[in-house]
């Protein structure tokens, strides 16, 4: 059965109502006051997994900073063309907004009514 969840129309059952918080307030103990009580886990299964998942986040080493110089150092002539036409392409369209806006003030100009 569906029922109004508000001004947007209508939403299904599942979708929880959001809840205030204080911001002086505890944090709640589940992420959702509407917790299923046959879902629940115990307390120290969550802290296990808490810290397995911290522990993996401490394993992933940092990626290695690249000098600039070295960036393009696989790049060949094709590469290094498709860069330069793309620069250009994009200086191109920079402008044309710029040559755009001109020629559109001038055409209000001249459509402007005279007092």
């Known amino acids: 059965m569906m029922i109004s969840r508000g001004l947007f129309g209508w939403s299904p059952p599942h979708v929880q109502p959001l809840t205030p918080v ?7 103990e589940s992420p959702s006051p509407y917790v299923d009580p046959g879902a629940e ?12 998942m911290e522990e993996q986040e401490e394993m992933e080493p940092a990626p290695a900073a690249v000098p600039f110089s070295k960036l393009f ?3 060949d002539r094709f590469d290094w ?15 044309a907004l710029v040559v755009y806006l001109h020629y559109f003030a001038k055409i209000i100009h001249i459509m402007r009514m005279d007092d």
């Open 73 to 75: 150092a696989c790049a």
């Open 22 to 28: 204080s911001e002086v307030s505890e944090p709640p």
């Open 81 to 95: 063309f498709l860069m330069a036409v793309g620069s250009v392409a994009a200086a191109v369209h920079g402008t």
């Open 41 to 52: 886990t115990s307390a120290s299964q969550q802290v296990e997994v808490e810290e397995e």
